[in-house]
């Protein structure tokens, strides 16, 4: 099966920056990405890595390590509307179908 | 563009009933994906379904059936409900020929209570 280890919450002020780790094991790993989910919302995809290394788009960050089975999400420039839980997730292929497995979530707070 | 629509948006219902969830995909995308997130848990896979067909399932008994339309559209049934049933029920859509690096799309989801 897969498992994938997240922190349950972080909290910082405005303006600071962020790292949430992922740990993951599975089989059949394609790529480890990233959503946001607001309270009351649907979750929206942030970034994927499929390859080791740091993905940038804008304020956030994703770093992939394979032989580590470790990722994490770095956000920078804090903005109060951050305040969300932020998943991560890999893609597992078996056989013809795919999917997503998520961890449970860390919710991040951002203080004034 | 319309994004992923579901309904309805939120649903009470009595144990040992049976439901019926709707998801309408984003426009061009032919993959539909369900999951069950419980309050303050991560989404948990319940299946996938491509060209009309279920072609993987997640940890979920056969209560939790579904189908998909010719026009992509899917629905997910759950029989005999349970208190335990009780989550937001989410619908993703995808694109099949770029599956490895096409994020999901989600809807806003469909919010079960079972009384």
């Known amino acids: 099966g897969q498992s994938l280890e997240q922190p349950s919450e972080v909290t910082a002020v405005e303006g600071a920056i962020v790292q949430i780790n992922c740990t993951y094991q599975t089989s059949g790993f394609y790529g480890l990405s990233w959503y946001q989910q607001h309270d009351g919302g649907a979750p929206t995809f942030l970034s994927y890595?499929?390859?080791?290394g740091l993905e940038e788009t804008g304020r956030f960050s994703s770093f992939l390590s394979r032989s580590d089975s470790y990722g994490y999400l770095l956000l920078q420039e804090l903005q109060m509307k951050d305040s969300a839980s932020y998943f991560c997730a890999v893609r597992v292929v078996r056989g013809a179908g795919n999917m997503l497995t998520f961890g449970g979530g860390t919710r991040l707070m951002v203080k004034p | 563009d319309a994004g992923v629509t579901q309904s309805p948006t939120h649903l009470i219902k009595t144990r040992g009933q049976q439901v019926t969830l709707r998801c309408s995909p984003k426009?061009?995308?032919?993959?539909v994906s369900w999951y069950q997130q419980a309050l303050g848990q991560g989404p948990q896979f319940i299946f996938q379904y491509y060209e009309e067909e279920e072609r993987q399932r997640g940890n979920f008994p056969d209560r939790f059936s579904g189908h998909q339309f010719p026009n992509y559209s899917s629905e997910l049934n759950v029989n005999a409900l349970l208190l335990g049933d009780s989550a937001l029920y989410l619908c993703?859509?995808?694109?099949?020929?770029?599956?490895?690096?096409?994020?999901?799309?989600f809807g806003n989801g469909t919010r079960l209570t079972v009384t």
């Open positions: 426009s061009g995308h032919d993959t």
């Open positions: 890595n499929a390859l080791d």
């Open positions: 993703a859509s995808s694109l099949e020929s770029s599956v490895y690096n096409s994020p999901l799309h």
